[in-house]
């Protein structure tokens, strides 16, 4: 029983390459949630009835094996928590992040019909299956990123709050006397700040007042530079990651070289070292990871990694 249990634990987790049965699973699991949003689909479309018998027959059968699979996951849980007892890892699999997806993606098929945003979470399951290997795909990359660049975002989406509500009561002073159905009150304002900060402009809510289409412009315009603050934070952190992911596939090993006064590389700037046969993959300052640029100049206590070309 036991050599039963891991077998189809083996199955029904992400396939290895030469696991054949757990592989097929796989894309047989992604054609099942397929041929499932699909019947979710068309079940809000006006089709004959022999059609919606089609379509009905199809999300029964499909949520009857995201029913066994679930109940599958629930029995083999002490091998995926293998540190704790197999009723705390059945427990633990129930409020992990799988186990409510999972439990969404079923219950609103038999209780919660007019519920069919849940139903959708079963999209989300597609994403487990889209593993380029065991150790590193491209769904690590986005996440790694947005877990090392937390703190900035955070900061940024922050400052964007701070913008979106300002410009909320600032329209609201300029515009509720002469729109007072559309500025009631100070958040009122907020769907036409947010789009305009975003810089979608739907046009259903728009300022009138000489002083609100000022104020209006000059939000506008912060918002096209509030919205590029986390772009750029997530764009910098990709290209930190390919630059780590570079030194990784090197068989190179880098030199790592402590900064003092006394160095000869105190204070030279980037540039200059790239100039006498050094390629600089990075600078770490005060913990932090510096992207290599020409003009950095180097300071005490700076850790300078390079290799030698």
Known sequence: MNEKRKRIFQIIQIGQRGDFASRFFDYFILTVILLNITAL??????????????????????????????????????????????????LKFLVSYTGIVELFTILPFFFLSGFA??????????????????????????TGVL???KNQIISSLFIITILVLSASLCMYSAEHEAQPDVFENAFSGIWWSVSTVF???????????????????IITVL???AVAIPTGIISAGFVEHYQKAQIGNRNIKPFIY????????????????????MDVLGVIREGKYIMPEDEIVLKENDTLIYIEI
């Open 258 to 277: 402590n900064i003092t006064k006394e160095s000869v590389y105190y204070e030279k700037t980037i540039k200059s070292l790239e100039e006498k046969n």
């Open 41 to 90: 689909f068309l079940e809000t479309f006006n089709l004959p009835v022999a059609a919606m018998i089609i379509v009905r027959v199809v999300e029964w059968v499909t949520v009857l094996i995201f029913l066994v699979e679930y109940i599958l996951r629930i029995w083999t849980a002490d091998l995926l928590y293998p540190k704790v007892s197999k009723r705390k890892a059945g």
């Open 199 to 217: 810089t979608v402009g739907y046009g259903d809510i728009y300022p009138v007042t000489l002083l609100g289409r000022f104020m209006g412009a």
């Open 147 to 149: 877990y090392e660049k």
């Open 223 to 225: 918002g096209v530079g």
């Open 117 to 142: 945003v849940f139903r959708m979470l079963r999209v989300v399951r597609i994403l487990h299956l889209f593993r380029i290997n065991n150790s590193y795909d491209s769904f690590n990359v986005i």
